[in-house]
């Protein structure tokens, strides 16, 4: 068991192209020492060069530290990420897509101090591509997971925060976090549910924040304002971590605690000194 029998769980918002990666890799290894983190999951769907995720992106995370990927609404933008989505235990995609669509619904995986966290992926519905109710597709993950798992992270994929609220209800009492992800905006309601699940309706964006969501903002601009077609290239000013550290009861898998988490270039710089120092 962890120490007090308690389990921290850190999700990355949605990590966005080189300038976010390069954050990751950095600072992750320090940040879960100094924070006593037994499990970080991430939101790469914006990791190879703001969309979807590449198998050498993939090892890249992991290798850094990441220890579970979630996905989004880009997640099948290169095929390529196929035979990882199908062969790896460390990555899910929406438990509410069609059960033949590349990638595996859930996953169970185990922290060093052996407390079982399940991590599920779903996709919301208002003003995004149809799919299947995540409501219901939730309430079949959890049928199907095995009693003793009972820290259980859902990372909710969501545009609206009404969608996410809905969730986060739906959910109280019955997993541990029920965190948003895809809009890029960290929000400030991160709370514990009456029936102790940690919420928060969005996470935020790792990558650069002298952007619009992550690209470049004249290119944006040029395109909304004249429909002159611009390639939306990754920004790269104000690289930052944003993060929700979600503490639990590992026995009862009950949130404790909730905190936002920022780190910016210089404050990863500091953590990437801890575990790879320079000299
Ligand atoms: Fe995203
Ligand atoms: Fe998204």
Do not use: W
């Not at 006593?36 to 290798?63: K, R």
């Not at 597709?137 to 609206?160: G, P, Q």
């Not at 514990?192 to 601009?221: K, N, W, Y």
Request: hydrophobic share 40%.
């Amino acid at each position: 068991m962890q120490k007090d029998d308690h389990v921290r769980l850190l999700l990355i918002g949605d990590i966005v192209g080189k300038p976010g990666r390069q954050l990751v890799t950095r600072a992750v290894s320090g940040l879960r020492i100094e924070e006593s983190i037994d499990l970080v999951v991430a939101n790469a769907e914006n990791a190879a060069g703001g969309s979807g995720l590449t198998p050498a992106i993939y090892h890249e995370l992991i290798a850094a530290g990441v220890d579970c990927i979630t996905m989004g609404d880009h997640i099948y933008r290169r095929r390529e990420i196929f035979p990882i989505l199908n062969g790896e235990a460390r990555i899910v995609r929406p438990a509410n897509f069609p059960q033949e669509a590349p990638g595996r619904a859930f996953t169970v995986l185990g922290t060093r101090g052996k407390t079982k966290v399940a991590v599920i992926s779903l996709l919301g519905r208002v003003f995004m591509a149809p799919v299947d109710c995540p409501f219901h597709a939730v309430d079949r993950v959890l049928d199907a997971l095995a009693s003793d798992v009972r820290v259980i992270l859902v990372d909710f994929h969501a545009e609206a925060t009404s969608d996410m609220q809905l969730m986060g209800r739906h959910l109280d009492g019955r997993v541990t976090a029920v965190l948003g992800t895809h809009t890029h905006v960290t929000t400030a309601d991160e709370q514990i549910l009456p029936g102790g699940t940690a919420f928060q309706c969005d996470v935020g964006m790792t990558g650069p924040h002298e952007s619009i969501l992550g690209r470049r903002i004249d290119r944006v601009l040029e395109t909304v304002r004249t429909f002159r077609p611009t390639h939306f290239e990754v920004a790269t000013g104000e690289p930052r971590i944003h993060a929700t550290l979600v503490e639990a009861d590992a026995v009862t898998g009950r949130a404790t605690a909730i905190r936002r988490i920022v780190v910016d270039a210089a404050r990863a710089a500091e953590l990437g000194e801890r575990t790879h120092p320079t000299e």
